[in-house]
């Protein structure tokens, strides 16, 4: 499978769910945030990874497309699924898989984590649900939580 194969089944599963595309990202706004999908090619192999955010609305100032790293948000899908699969395998273009065992993959991994990660991510509520079940948070990012949570309207913890 080539990389706009790959890219072709990505699309296909975002725009299915209501994400819109630009470059190698694809986004989705909620009231409170907008999220997205970033596919992030490795410098040193065919591996891609895919990388999920989220850019709180209070902080976008209008921005309908915030750039990966510049959200508030961010984390990486795993090496390892839900159900030991090896991700890194499926995303690796270079991995001896048969194109219909890696589309298939891809669509799993879409639908099984990026898109459920990416729906809790388009809340605040979410957003700390999905920091509480990471108890290796760092300092930047319980600060980040902090900041997030100051401005909500609601002020929820």
């Given at each position: 499978m080539d990389k706009e194969q790959f890219k072709k089944i990505v699309h296909s599963?975002?725009?299915e769910n209501g994400f819109r595309r630009k470059g190698s990202s694809w986004y989705k706004s909620t009231d409170e945030c907008i999220v997205l999908l970033n596919l992030q090619h490795s410098l040193y192999s065919s591996l891609?990874?895919?990388?999920?955010a989220c850019m709180p609305q209070k902080f976008?100032?209008?921005?309908l497309y915030p750039k990966e790293p510049c959200c508030y948000v961010r984390t990486?899908?795993?090496k390892q699924g839900i159900n030991g699969e090896n991700y890194h395998e499926i995303t690796d273009l270079e991995t001896?898989?048969?194109d219909n065992e890696r589309e298939s993959g891809i669509i799993h991994i879409l639908k099984d984590y990026?898109?459920?990660t990416l729906d809790k991510l388009g809340s605040i509520k979410g957003i700390n649900q999905f920091y509480s079940e990471k108890p290796y948070l760092n300092d930047i990012q319980r600060n980040i939580l902090a900041v997030i949570n100051e401005f909500h309207p609601d002020n929820e913890q």
């Open positions: 599963v975002m725009k891609y990874y895919i990388n999920l976008a100032h209008g921005e990486r899908i795993p001896d898989i048969n990026c898109l459920p």
